[in-house]
């Protein structure tokens, strides 16, 4: 059984921040890349931002410059700095991770429950 918690949304004022993390836990044998995504009401869940086990990040155009995608692999955990945010940002932000929860089998995607961001003009 693996989980992924999200924390740290929030209601926020244009141009402010906010720090989200995700913990992933359970029976992990190993992650390879972890993400973020968010999804607005009536759109597609669309990237955010991505980072490899080596740490090679990727970032949605309109969100570079402005967030920064981390991770500490001892934790499990990925983290996303969101700074200058607009009110296009709102939308609820899902944590993604790709792992192996034992050697012999593949990567799988898995998702956490989501956090909203709301920012307000």
């Known amino acids: 059984q693996v989980q992924l918690v999200e924390s740290g949304g929030g209601l926020v004022q244009a141009g402010g921040s906010l720090r989200l993390s995700c913990v992933a836990s359970g029976s992990i044998f190993s992650i390879e890349a972890m993400g973020w995504w968010r999804q607005a009401p009536g759109k597609q869940r669309d990237l955010v931002a991505c980072i490899s086990s080596g740490g090679s990040t990727n970032y949605a155009d309109s969100v570079k410059g402005r967030f920064t995608i981390s991770r500490d692999n001892a934790k499990n955990t990925v983290y996303l700095q969101m700074n200058s945010l607009k009110p296009e940002d709102t939308a609820v932000y899902y944590c993604?991770?790709?792992?192996?929860?034992?050697?012999?089998?593949?990567?799988?995607?898995?998702w956490g429950q989501g956090t909203q961001v709301t920012v307000s003009s």
């Open positions: 993604n991770s790709d792992l192996r929860t034992d050697l012999r089998y593949g990567l799988r995607g898995y």
